[in-house]
């Protein structure tokens, strides 16, 4: 079984090194593109650059910020299989309080309404 596993081992890189060196001389003729600087989708060379929504930031944020709170709430649902504890039970309703306190917030001020008036 060794002997049939070191021969496959061997057969296998012998073929790998023969695909590399098919495909290592191939040259390319235009590398412009890849000499370019990137900077995060913006060209280097433009005189002047678009400015960047705040209001799509501040969505954004918000978005991450309550899923990453949503994702909290899914092993305290799990646990409710479990048991029901009044600790458990007013922990929870304390975190959602804030949530919706949080979220009733942006929306007061604004920052959920995507079209201005």
């Known amino acids: 079984m060794f002997v049939i596993s070191l021969i496959f081992a061997f057969v296998l890189s012998a073929v790998l090194a023969f695909v590399y060196m098919l495909t290592s001389y191939i040259s390319y003729s235009d590398f412009s593109e890849k000499l370019t600087p990137f900077e995060c989708g913006f060209d280097p060379l433009s005189k002047m650059r678009s400015p960047f929504s705040t209001r799509f930031f501040l969505l954004v944020v918000l978005f991450l910020i309550f899923d990453v709170e949503i994702a909290l709430l ?34 007061n001020e604004g920052a959920l309404d995507w079209v201005s008036s």
């Open 74 to 107: 899914f092993p305290v649902l799990a646990s409710f299989s479990a048991e029901v504890s009044y600790l458990l039970l007013v922990s929870l309703g304390a975190f959602l309080l804030i949530l919706l306190i949080g979220m009733f917030h942006e929306w």
